[in-house]
Every structure is written in C-alpha cells, then in structure tokens.
C-alpha cells in the first residue's frame, strides 16, 4: 500500500512555461512534506518543504502548494528552464518519522 | 566541502556472490540511510542509523541485505547470495538528526547490476 504516490511518471512542458507536479497522500498524519530533485547520475537535493501549517510556501521560481482537505501536495516551476529537467520526488513525514518518498515524476523541459 | 561518497560507483557481479556497498556521510551527520531505487521506482527505504541506537532495519528486503557503521560514520551495506532483482542503484543519504524533517544529503549512488 503506497502512502505517497505520484500517479505521473513523466510529464513535459515548454521552456517559459508552468509545471505543475502533483503528489497524493494517503495518511493525514503527515505534516511535513517536501520535493527532492535528481538529475541522473546524482543523488537526490532538498528542493523546498511545507509544514501541515501552511498552504504555500514559495523559493524563488519554485512554489508548493499544499491541499490537507484533498491530502494532495503540488510543485510549480514558473518559467520552467531546460536546467529544471530532472526526476522531482515528493516525500512526506510526522513527528520524528523517517521520510517516505513517492514513485517520481520525470519533467522534460522542452526548448 | 566534502558531501556524501558512495563507492564503488558501479558494480557488476553474478549471481550468488556477495556485495559490499560503502558510504561515507558528512562529517557531524549523526543520522544515515540507505536506500534503494530500482528501475522505475521510487526511492525504497531500507534501514536507517541514528547515533548508538539500534539501526532501523524495517526496509530491508530480506535477511541476504545487511548493513553495519563503524563508529558512527562510515557505513557498509552487504548483500549476500545477490539475485537478478537486487540489480538497482543504491542510494546513501545523510542528515543532522534524524527527524524527517530534517534535510537529506544523498550521496551519487552504486549502481549494482547482477547478471
């Protein structure tokens, strides 16, 4: 039974564009949910978190939005650039837990 | 500064021998993990260290995978008896504490093959 899923294993969008990854949770005792990127070859890197307090969170281009009603968590790269094509993977926790990490979502972007 | 190392890099093996996967953690990192991506997947958790306590082993796949770390720092995971379906990249990742909240630094990876 996956806790975390990411039902888009890959997704494309136009350089200058918005892309919108999305993340479903199944547990609403997580409070703490992050995105990590992997570029091949690589280990993943921390991206951006969002504490269950908070809707949104914004870094720069890179903005999480959290939805707790619908237990859904969504990343938005605007503009999108060809360096954020990479394997973006949300992961979720509570209190002291280890994180799990969903499936993935391949972003091209396309020049 | 020096991150996460992860040796080797790359491993091909047969069938029935043994492995052993290094990582290296950032220096004052009490917390590391290791876990597994295989083809398709996502990041599969697999056994977690923090200070002295005892390791999470709850993600292990079977009694053929084990790990150790040797004072704290450097860790080793061992896979026994490799199978096909052992063939992935193993990630190793490090933190301060080992809160999920706290952020995870992950090494390159070992990408074992098994023929």
Redesign the interface.
Known sequence: DQQVKQNSPSLSVQEGRISILNCDYTNSMFDYFLWYKKYPAEGPTFLISISSIKDKNEDGRFTVFLNKSAKHLSLHIVPSQPGDSAVYFCAVTFGNEKLTFGTGTRLTIIP | GAG?SQSPSNKVTEKGKDVELRCDPISGHTAL?W?RQSL????E?LI?FQGNSAP?KSGLPSDRFSAERTGGSVSTLTIQRTQQEDSAVY?C?SSFS????E???????TRLLVL
Request: aromatic fraction near 26%; charge should be neutral.
């Open positions: 996460v993990y876990y398709g997947q996502g990041l958790f977690y999470d990630l990742a080992s809160t999920g909240k952020t995870q630094y992950f090494g390159p990876g």
